[in-house]
Structures are given as structure tokens and as C-alpha cells.
């Protein structure tokens, strides 16, 4: 389809759409100035994920991983929400619209910028879980007395953050899975779409009928399969579209 002609079509199913998920990515905060993980020069070319983000790092060194999500914090509490963030908030605000942002972004900045379902797959930066009773509390510190900070119980303290190797939460995916089922359009913004399982919710809200929509800087494989890709920047595109 002829890029004119398919932003139109997009643009059309969005304004009649009455169901529709946004799924994002670390791309949509990337306008925040916060990095993405697989870009050049994103998170994971600084680190190597198994030394920061699986059960095993944590266990072997909880210093040096809060360190890595200390400084995480400390760059999202320095950032806002940017076009793309609000240009979401607002969408679900006007009309009698059914919004569900699923997120696998953990910096808390849909929700800032006002979205109000949001649906954190991949946990959040701004709250803590003991491995010892598993309570689970928020916090916004960027740097604490004692690394790692301990529990109440005296059980030490891990970021409540999905890990590779780890379940996601359960009541989230499946809030999420059956946003994806009952959407008419999915938008798919931001991601490079190549963790699972939270990558498959774009393929579950197609299963069952709905029109996908990928907005992402360069193309990818959930951009080849969509219905409309608009290649560009999430903050410059959406907000003229939405
Ligand atoms: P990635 O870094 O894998 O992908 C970011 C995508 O956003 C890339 O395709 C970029 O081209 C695109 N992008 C960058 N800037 C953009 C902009 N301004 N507008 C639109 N698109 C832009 O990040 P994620 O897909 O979020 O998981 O990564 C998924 C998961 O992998 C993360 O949740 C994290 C990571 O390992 C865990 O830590 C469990």
C-alpha cells in the first residue's frame, strides 16, 4: 500500500476503534532520553543481561545488580514523559475508548503521563520484593545506606523486575492476554518485539481478529507481519496520529 494510503487506513481503523491496546517497548521512552537495551550504545551493549538480569546474577552478586537498576532508577526519575507517552494517555482519555497499555517497560512513565490501565509485563524499577516473605513494596530511592537493602524480616530486598529465566506475572498476562483477544486494533510501538513471551501478545490480538499497527524506528518482524507499519519516531508519529 502506498505510504500516503496506509497512514490514512491506520489512522481510520484508530478514530473507529472502540478496543485497542498499545503495546510498548523501551523505544517509546527513548525520546526521554532513556536508552533502549538493544540500539547501539543501549543497555545491553554496556552489560551483558546474564550479569544483571537473571535469578543467578542476583544470587551471585545483589551489589553489583542493584547497582545496574540504582542507576536505571536514577536515570528514569531525571526523565518525563515525552509526545509519545501522552499522545497514549490522551487517546484513551477522549471518546468512550477501552485502553490497555501493555508494557514491557519498567520505568513507570505511561503512567506519569496519565495512562490509566497500564499493565506492567516486565514488573517495574519503582518497587522492591523480599526473597525471603515476598512482600512487595514500593519504593522510589536512587540510592540506599545498604547495598542491597534488606526487609523488614531481614530478608534481602530484589527490584520487583521480571528476569530472563523468570514467569511473568500471572493476573498481568493474563489481563493483558485477554486485552489482546478483545482489542480491534493493536499498536504495536517501540519494540524490537524479541522477548517472549510478552512479544506474543501483538500474534494473540491478530489470532483473534484485530488489525495491527507497528510504530517503530526501523523495521521489525512484527512490523513485516502487521497490517500497517509507520517507520519513524514514536514521539513524532503518534501524536499526529492519535
Ligand atoms: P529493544 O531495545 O530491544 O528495542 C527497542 C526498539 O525501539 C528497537 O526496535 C528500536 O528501533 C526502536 N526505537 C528506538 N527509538 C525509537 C523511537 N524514538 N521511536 C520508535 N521506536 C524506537 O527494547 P524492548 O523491545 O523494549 O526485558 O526490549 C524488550 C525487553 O528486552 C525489555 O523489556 C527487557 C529487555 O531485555 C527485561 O529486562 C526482562
Redesign the pocket.
Known amino acids: 500500500m502506498p505510504r500516503d494510503r496506509e497512514r490514512l487506513a491506520a489512522r481510520e481503523a484508530l478514530a473507529r476503534a472502540r478496543r485497542v491496546v498499545f503495546f510498548?517497548?523501551?523505544?517509546?521512552s527513548?525520546?526521554s532520553g532513556l536508552a533502549?537495551?538493544?540500539?547501539a550504545g543501549?543497555?545491553?551493549e554496556g552489560v551483558r543481561?546474564e550479569r544483571v538480569?537473571t535469578p543467578e546474577a542476583f544470587a551471585e552478586d545483589p551489589a553489583f545488580v542493584w547497582r545496574f537498576y540504582l542507576a536505571r532508577r536514577a536515570a528514569a526519575a531525571a526523565t518525563s514523559p515525552n509526545p509519545?507517552h501522552r499522545a497514549m494517555a490522551e487517546y484513551a482519555r477522549s471518546d468512550h475508548r477501552e485502553v490497555a497499555v501493555v508494557t514491557?517497560?519498567?520505568d513507570g512513565l505511561h503512567q506519569v503521563a496519565g495512562s490509566a490501565n497500564v499493565l506492567e509485563?516486565?514488573g517495574s524499577l519503582w518497587r522492591t520484593r523480599c526473597e525471603a516473605c515476598g512482600a512487595v513494596a514500593e519504593d522510589r530511592a536512587t540510592s540506599f545506606s545498604e547495598v542491597p537493602p534488606r526487609c523488614r524480616c531481614g530478608g534481602m530486598l530484589r527490584p520487583d523486575?521480571?528476569?530472563?529465566g523468570e514467569a511473568l506475572p500471572p493476573t498481568v498476562f493474563q489481563a493483558a492476554s485477554q486485552a489482546a483477544r478483545r482489542c480491534e486494533v493493536c499498536v504495536v510501538?517501540?519494540?524490537?518485539?524479541?522477548?517472549y513471551p510478552?512479544?506474543g501478545i501483538p500474534y494473540e490480538a491478530a489470532r483473534a481478529g484485530a488489525r495491527i499497527l507497528v510504530?517503530?524506528?526501523?523495521e521489525?518482524e512484527h512490523a513485516r507481519e502487521a497490517d500497517w507499519f509507520l517507520e519513524?519516531?514514536?514521539?513524532?508519529?503518534l501524536p499526529d496520529f492519535l
Open positions: 510498548t517497548g523501551a523505544g517509546v527513548a525520546e533502549t537495551f538493544r540500539d543501549g543497555l545491553w543481561p538480569a509519545a514491557q517497560n519498567v509485563l516486565h523486575i521480571v528476569w530472563f510501538v517501540g519494540t524490537s518485539a524479541v522477548v510478552a512479544a510504530v517503530n524506528a526501523e521489525t519513524g519516531k514514536a514521539g513524532e508519529i
